[in-house]
């Protein structure tokens, strides 16, 4: 087979900065070896996430000049209104300033009641929310609205090297369980996350999407995806599930929302986009109720916290995400770092997800235990000796405390290796490799991290660590 070529030619450079060890030891202390807290300019190879990390295209450039500023009803909102239609199919699809906002909109709605004079009062007790695996910020949106998130992910989901096409795939049986265990009327939405970020990046097949859209229906609760990678998502079902290998790839988009009542999405993410996202549905009242929380925080309805040359952003990187050649480079290009690390049997989640490497740190660095983050080590680890930056999913991220400030651990503990859109050749790629392969040489020595400080939510955005002596 020919080699996979980048279906795309670079026209502008961003050069990047390379420092020395000693330099980036100070560098990691001054963050309170936290990477959200290191300066971008230090970092040489930024794998923190994919989130509004792509490059942008000329014709995406082209449209930011383009955008129609107009407060109201803006030329770009209808090209935005019209492709993400083309692709999502709902009837209501409201900008927003991220994926987060869609998500806070939506819960907010769920887990309030409304009074008589429109207002929301707080509801979410003893209301539940499942998914596959809530990602960080619905899982947060969720809880500070006071519900209670329950991930369903299937078994296979939940061990690094078990083999499945589908590792994203909601437990069906888990979750009409779930249902029957907590009644219907406590569940005001079921969600899905395509691709399963919190999980490894791994997609949910469109067999799975059909019989949890089933399920809901029959319980008669609203169904919605979190769609931020719906286009990676889509090209796994063309080439893993029988029956999709001739579909385009807008008409697996098209089938996959059909089953549903609505999305919530970062455009950040599988829309090549710096900022923005939205929120979409087909139920007329909530979208009369969404648009008021909307117009509080986010905007007028038509651009939703966003200027008119964002929207123009994200119509073209929705025309360019669903390109098959795009698509089939982008799959291979994050599984080729995959391959180069389990040549050397480094520990990784099988098979190779969308957007992502996902190392097994638990099986990386056996000894070090959950209590002392094996996961924030080794994300240290890898800023130390060769500038790269990652993050840590697991017990940093998704550790519970009790009254007594023992910790229940996360399933897994995670480093993901997020991989930008169009941003990284293959020789970045094959230096994280080496650098990887240096770690390995020496991971014995590797040792355990504790957190000194920590807020309530999202903790592994601010918490300040420090090295275990
Ligand atoms: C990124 C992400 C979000 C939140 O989107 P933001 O644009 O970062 O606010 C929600 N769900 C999933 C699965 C994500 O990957």
Redesign the pocket.
């Given at each position: 087979m020919k080699t996979i070529i980048e279906p795309f030619k670079i026209k502008s450079v961003e050069y990047v900065k390379t420092t020395t060890k000693d330099e980036r030891e100070k560098i990691l202390k001054r963050a309170y070896y936290n990477p959200f807290r290191i300066p971008a300019e230090d970092v040489l190879i930024d794998l923190l996430t994919d989130?509004?990390t792509s490059a942008m295209s000329a014709k995406q450039w082209a449209g930011i000049m383009d955008g129609d500023e107009s407060y109201a009803g803006s030329k770009s909102y209808f090209r935005f209104e019209a492709q993400t239609k083309k692709i999502f199919g709902f009837k209501h699809i409201i900008p927003v300033h991220?994926?987060?906002?869609a998500?806070r909109i939506l819960f907010t709605k769920l887990l309030s009641e409304i009074d008589d004079d429109g207002r929301f009062i707080n509801a979410g007790k003893g209301k539940y929310i499942p998914n596959n695996n809530h990602?960080d910020?619905?899982r947060a949106n969720i809880e500070f609205n006071g519900g209670i998130a329950e991930d369903l992910v299937i078994e296979e989901g939940k061990h690094p090297s078990v083999l499945h096409p589908f590792k994203g795939n909601m437990d069906t049986k888990k979750l009409e369980e779930f249902i029957k265990k907590v009644g219907a009327k406590n569940i005001p939405v079921c969600m899905l996350?395509i691709t399963n970020?919190?999980g490894g990046g791994q997609p949910v097949s469109m067999q799975n999407i059909r019989e949890t859209s089933k399920i809901c229906k029959k319980y008669k609760i609203p169904f919605f995806l979190?769609a931020?990678?719906f286009a990676e998502n889509a090209y796994f079902i063309k080439i893993r599930e029988k029956g999709y290998e001739k579909k385009s790839i807008l008409e697996i988009c098209n089938e996959m929302f059909s089953y549903t009542d609505g999305c919530?999405m970062?455009?950040?993410?599988d829309a090549f986009a710096n900022i923005g996202?939205f929120i979409a549905m087909n139920n007329d009242e909530w979208y009369e109720q969404c648009k008021n929380l909307i117009i509080i925080t986010e905007g007028f309805e038509t651009y939703g916290g966003l200027a008119g040359r964002d929207l123009e952003a994200i119509a073209q990187g929705l025309e360019e995400v669903i390109d098959e050649n795009y698509l089939h480079y982008r799959i291979a290009s994050t599984k080729y770092l995959g391959e180069k690390l389990l040549s050397k049997n480094i520990p990784i989640i099988q098979p190779v997800g969308g957007h992502a490497i996902y190392l097994d740190a638990k099986g990386f660095l056996p000894h070090i235990p959950p209590e002392q983050y094996p996961g924030q080590a080794l994300v240290v680890e890898l800023f130390r000796a060769g500038g790269i930056r990652t993050v840590e999913i697991g017990s940093v991220m998704f550790g519970k405390f009790d009254k007594n400030g023992k910790m229940t651990p996360a399933d897994m503990e995670l480093v993901r290796f997020a991989i930008p859109r169009r941003v990284y050749t293959q020789s970045h790629i094959d230096y994280v490799a080496e650098i990887m392969w240096e770690i390995n040489d020496y991971k014995k020595k590797i040792k355990g991290i504790k957190i000194t400080e920590s807020p309530k939510f999202l903790k592994h955005f601010t918490a300040k660590f420090a090295p275990i002596a």
């Open positions: 989130s509004g991220q994926g987060r906002a998500e990602f910020t619905t996350t970020n919190a979190d931020c990678r919530t970062s455009a950040k993410k996202g």
